[in-house]
């Protein structure tokens, strides 16, 4: 698969996802063997503005190739300059979010709103890629709602306008995450799509990711959900390993996840009270994760927290249940 000038080592990529796909988990999925890493979103006017926490989210490694950010914003004009902003921080390769579902976001003109105004995400990404002389790719949903699904469509007035490749999270904008995504509406778009299309939605497993890559015929798939507290599952893809995780590997990689999470963040509190999610991903399937979950959520100490987890790991067993992930109701994404 290319993004313009960049060929991806395989089809298997990280979907962005604030708070998840931040420099430390992007490394770790890297490592493992993800193909391509695009961070979360950043803000368009944040970026702008020289705001620290948007120049914070475009931290990465210098091995981090093609280094893949995502942007979100509704006007043309600063979305060419927040993409200028962005390549001067190292970005390589740049998406246009048009897929969150977020009203703060939507009624400003971004987002998922942009599948309801095509012509504007057009501008928009002649505007970002003129501005930064970078390849653009765009991120869209299935479209708006049932009755105005437009992915197909939307591939091709993107490709149009110089959009290199687009991923479609195939559930509408009214479904936000709820119900099932639906791989055909992908199946459709690269059907008629000049540019490569990568798919996304409800991929829990390596298999998924196989099985729908070969059923829609698209070019790539991204994980999202299925790669929380999960990073093995881009070995698997890469052919490095068959089997999940055993406890002590578990135990091990949410500590070099937490370290780096912490050096990252640079204050230790906010750093373990923003790991809290992880903390429940890693512990996802095993036997005690409810009371290892209530008691981690009490402690504000990276101490204490690597003794909890210490403990924790290293005597668990599997659970017999599934437990269906859950997602924090107060995140903006896409
Ligand atoms: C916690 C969370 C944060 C997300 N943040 C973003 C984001 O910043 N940008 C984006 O385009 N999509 C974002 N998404 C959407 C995912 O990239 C993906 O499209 C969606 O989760 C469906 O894929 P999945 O079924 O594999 O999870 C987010 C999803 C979750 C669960």
Redesign the pocket.
């Known amino acids: 698969m290319q993004l313009g000038p960049h060929s991806l080592a395989n089809p298997w990529i990280l979907?962005?996802?604030?708070?998840?796909?931040e420099a430390p988990y992007r490394r770790i999925a890297r490592a493992l063997g993800a193909g391509a890493t695009p961070t979360?979103?950043v803000s368009a006017r944040g970026l702008i503005r020289g705001q620290a926490r948007s120049r914070h989210y475009l931290e990465h490694d210098a091995g981090e190739r093609p280094f893949w950010v995502?942007i979100f914003g509704g006007e043309p004009e600063i979305m060419g300059d927040a993409a200028a902003c962005a390549r001067d921080l190292g970005a390589e390769v740049l998406?246009l979010?048009m897929?969150?579902p977020v009203k703060k976001v939507v009624k400003t003109g971004a987002g998922a709103t942009l599948m309801r105004d095509l012509s504007r995400a057009a501008k928009i990404v002649e505007a970002m890629a003129t501005k930064s002389g970078l390849p653009v790719t765009a991120?869209i949903r299935s479209g708006w709602d049932a009755d105005s699904v437009n992915a197909a469509e939307a591939c091709r007035v993107l490709a149009a306008a110089g959009c290199v490749a687009v991923s479609i999270?195939a559930?509408t904008r009214a479904q936000g995450?709820s119900g099932r995504?639906d791989w055909g509406v992908i199946a459709d778009a690269v059907e008629v799509s000049p540019i490569p299309v990568i798919g996304?939605?409800?991929?829990k497993t390596a298999e998924d990711a196989r099985a729908r890559l070969a059923e829609s015929g698209c070019a790539a798939v991204?994980?999202?959900?299925?790669?929380?507290g999960n990073p093995w599952i881009f070995a698997q893809l890469a052919g490095r390993r068959a089997d999940g995780p055993t406890n002590q590997e578990r135990l091990e990689m949410l500590r070099r996840h937490l370290l780096a999470h912490v050096e990252f963040t640079g204050r230790e509190l906010v750093a373990i009270r923003r790991f809290r999610p992880h903390l429940i991903w890693y512990s996802r399937g095993l036997a005690g994760a409810a009371e290892f979950r209530r008691q981690a959520m009490r402690l504000d100490g990276l101490a204490q927290v690597l003794a909890l987890c210490d403990t924790f790991f290293g005597g668990a067993e599997d659970a017999a249940a599934d437990e269906e992930?859950e997602?924090?109701a107060d995140?903006?994404?896409?």
């Open positions: 979907a962005p996802m604030a708070g998840v796909s979360e979103l995502q998406d979010n897929g969150c991120k999270h559930r995450y995504a996304n939605g409800d991929i991204m994980i999202g959900r299925g790669a929380m992930i997602i924090e995140v903006a994404f896409g």
